[in-house]
């Protein structure tokens, strides 16, 4: 038995690079010539493999990678990859040598890192890559940026960025709704706007000004500015938790899987799963699936959800274990042991982030390190 069929015989995700390459393709063709794209490959990619996902964001032609964390861009210049990293997480100063070894581009949101940072760098005779981070409205890292008295933050921001052994070669920031109030969004692209202008004044100009995020490049096209910063949509959302029609064309990138372990006849009146939440109204068939909330699929779907069995919809039965759960397959006639289900897809990922009181974003990034990953390249499966 090879590898990937024993990968195939629980509870699998296929990832499929290819939707991912149209996806890349039809994203890069929202921006204007010129603007860069940004490839968000934090939580390993969103649960899709960092490695597999970064070397084919590479042919894909994408301008730079996205990390939350060091060891991460670590973990990819370990595997051969070329591209640009940005370290969207601000890090502990002691991480200085990773930057420079590794070739680490760093976000950096206050001076005191900053000056960490350089102290450090100039001390090796090395330099560090840096995009300061302004705060328009986040209110999570970066330099704040009031509606008035914001010379001093200028004239801060301005130190930094001629700190030995840094070069500033990027200034971003993030929108906190671009998914919803318009007019919060504009003032953060205002401040924005404002602080690089300020920083201008100040002779301080950056390369790469960004601050759209997926959502942020499909609806404010002026947002765009130097570099679009992709993360869902790359994989193939273009909301997290409503459904909308999207500029871009884009496929799903993940399909969770699993294998029926058993298929059993039980009798109107049973009882099914922990605490007994479920109980039969008919005598029914159900078919008991090898993945539980320890793979990532969450509890909170419990007797509220549905998966796909020969292509028809089977409604959860009773809680989620920790390593397995029961679908109603009374309806679905010659469900055997061995059979393919469908547990998280297209047609079910934005159901399954409503019913769990969740986000797209959550439910893929925690699809578990056991659940396999099996690639899916040029029509071919591999691990
Ligand atoms: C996570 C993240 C992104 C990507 O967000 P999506 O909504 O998935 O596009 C972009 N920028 C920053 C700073 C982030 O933290």
Redesign the pocket.
């Known amino acids: 038995m090879t590898n990937l069929e024993i990968a195939m015989t629980r509870t699998w995700a296929e990832i499929d690079l290819d939707a991912l390459e149209g996806n890349v393709r039809s994203l890069k063709g929202l921006l204007k010539p010129g603007v860069k794209s940004l490839a968000?490959v934090?939580a390993d990619a969103y649960g899709h493999g960092i490695v597999e996902v970064a070397r084919k964001l590479e042919t894909c032609g994408v301008d730079m990678l996205?990390v939350a964390y060091v060891m991460a861009a670590v973990t990819l210049r370990k595997n051969g990859i070329k591209l640009p990293i940005l370290c969207?997480g601000q890090s502990a100063p002691s991480l200085a040598p990773l930057m420079w070894e590794y070739d680490v581009t760093q976000a950096v949101g206050d001076l005191e890192n900053g000056l960490a940072l350089s102290r450090a760098a100039s001390a090796a005779g090395r330099t560090i890559k840096i995009h300061v981070k302004v705060d328009t409205g986040m209110g999570r890292i970066g330099f704040y940026w009031p509606e008035s008295g914001w010379e001093a933050v200028a004239d801060e921001m301005a130190t930094l960025c001629r700190l030995p052994g840094l070069e500033a070669e990027g200034l971003f920031s993030?929108f906190a709704n671009a998914d919803g109030d318009p007019e919060y969004t504009r003032m953060q692209m205002a401040k924005f706007a404002a602080a690089r202008q300020a920083l201008a004044d100040r002779g301080v100009t950056f390369r790469l000004g960004h601050i759209a995020?997926?959502?942020g490049v499909l609806r404010y096209p002026e947002a765009h500015l130097d570099m679009g910063?992709?993360?869902?949509?790359l994989y193939g959302y273009a909301s997290?938790d409503e459904e909308v029609e999207s500029p871009a064309e884009l496929k799903p990138v993940m399909t969770l899987k699993a294998r029926i372990a058993a298929v059993r006849e039980l009798p109107k009146g049973a009882k099914i799963g922990y605490g007994g939440t479920a109980v039969l109204k008919r005598d029914s068939v159900l078919a008991v699936l090898p993945t539980g909330y320890a793979d990532g699929y969450p509890r909170a779907l419990s007797n509220r959800m549905s998966v796909y069995i020969h292509d028809r919809l089977c409604p959860v039965v009773g809680r989620v274990c920790m390593d397995m759960f029961m679908a109603d397959v009374t309806d679905v006639p010659g469900v055997r042991a061995g059979d393919e289900a469908v547990l998280l897809d297209g047609r079910l990922m934005l159901k399954a982030a409503l019913a769990g009181h969740t986000i797209i974003?959550e439910l893929l990034s925690c699809i578990m390190p056991r659940v396999p990953r099996v690639f899916i390249e040029k029509g071919e499966k591999r691990l």
């Open positions: 968000v934090k996205a969207l993030h995020a997926s959502l910063r992709f993360g869902l949509v997290s974003h």
